[in-house]
C-alpha cells in the first residue's frame, strides 16, 4: 500500500546545493516516487546555533516501504553521502528527517513519527506548508499552516531565489 511520506532534507557542510541533489536522486532511485519539493531555503542552525547555516527544503514522496524501512534507507542515503554523528545538532553534509508517515504515528526507540520537533522549527515548518499547508498533525490536530502561525522558534528562515532541484530529480519530467 503507498504512503505519502513528508521528509526535510538538511546540509551545513560542503557543496550544500550539491548535497541536496544527490539525496534527492537517491530517494528517488529507492525510496519512491517524488511528487513535490519545496524551494531551498537557508536557515539559522538550531540547538547548537555556533555552526554554518544550513539549506534546507521538504519533499513529499510516494513510497511502498514501511516507516522503518524508510528510516533506514535515509540513514543509509546518510551514511554513502558521508554522514558522521558526532554530536547532536553538529554539522552534517546530509540529514534526512521523516516528519510524518501518513497519517501514521509511531514511538519507538529509533523511530518517532510525527518527528517530535515538527511544531517548534520555522525551517521545518517554512519549507513543509509550501508543499503542504494544509497537512494534518495526527496527534496535534492542527495544520502545517497552523503550526507555523503558533511556532515559537524566531530563528531566520530565508527562501533561496534562483535554485530549482524539482525538475531535474523528478521521475517523468
Known sequence: MSKSVFLLLGTNLGDRID??????????Q??????????????????KTDQSAFLNLAVEVITQLSAENVLKYALSIEQRMGRERKEKWGERIIDIDILFYGNDTYNLPHLVVPHPQVANRRFTLIPLNEIAAGLLHPLLK????????????????????????????????
Do not use: F, H
Open 142 to 173: 492542527k495544520t502545517v499552516a497552523e503550526l507555523l502561525a503558533d511556532c515559537p522558534d524566531k530563528l531566520s528562515v530565508t527562501r533561496i531565489d534562483g535554485i530549482s532541484l524539482m525538475k531535474s530529480n523528478r521521475s517523468g519530467d
Open 30 to 47: 529507492g525510496l519512491g516516487k517524488i511528487t513535490n519539493i519545496s524551494s531551498v531555503y537557508e536557515t539559522s542552525a538550531w540547538g
Open 19 to 28: 548535497n541536496l541533489s544527490e539525496a534527492l536522486k537517491s530517494i528517488q
